[in-house]
């Protein structure tokens, strides 16, 4: 599977963006798709998961209410809407793809396909 992940960039608190993950090699409603974030010198941290075709995303605790994590089955692209966004969620953000039981969808180890990261960048 080859992930291509678009859409960051600069924005203002409170504002939006939408990133996109376009997918091929393979169907992204066969797989566990995600999305992390890697802020300066800290580690991976999930942001949203959906499973297979499960229609029930996992969302973070820290992003809950803010950021919506979606996936078009017909263009095989994961998204992340990103709402009310606040400076500490400045960071790359990842797109991720593998085959991850739901005990494991917060694990960055256990996927195995990656996006180039794309960085997003939220001013005070």
């Known amino acids: 599977v080859q992930l291509q992940a678009s859409g960051g960039g600069l924005v203002q608190t409170g504002g939006s963006l939408r990133l996109s993950c376009a997918a091929s090699?393979?169907?992204?409603?066969?797989?566990?798709t995600a999305w992390f974030r890697q802020a300066p010198g800290k580690g991976h941290e999930v942001v949203g998961a959906i499973k297979g075709s499960s229609s029930n995303p996992y969302t973070a605790d820290s992003v809950k209410g803010r950021f919506t994590i979606s996936r078009d089955n017909s263009k095989n692209t994961l998204y992340l809407q990103m709402n009310n966004l606040k400076p500490d969620d400045t960071a790359v953000y990842y797109c991720?793809?593998?085959?991850?039981?739901?005990?494991?969808?917060?694990?960055?180890?256990?996927?195995?396909?990656w996006g180039q990261g794309t960085q997003v960048t939220v001013s005070s």
């Open positions: 090699g393979r169907a992204l409603r066969s797989l566990t």
């Open positions: 991720a793809a593998g085959s991850v039981i739901s005990s494991e969808m917060t694990n960055p180890d256990a996927y195995n396909h």
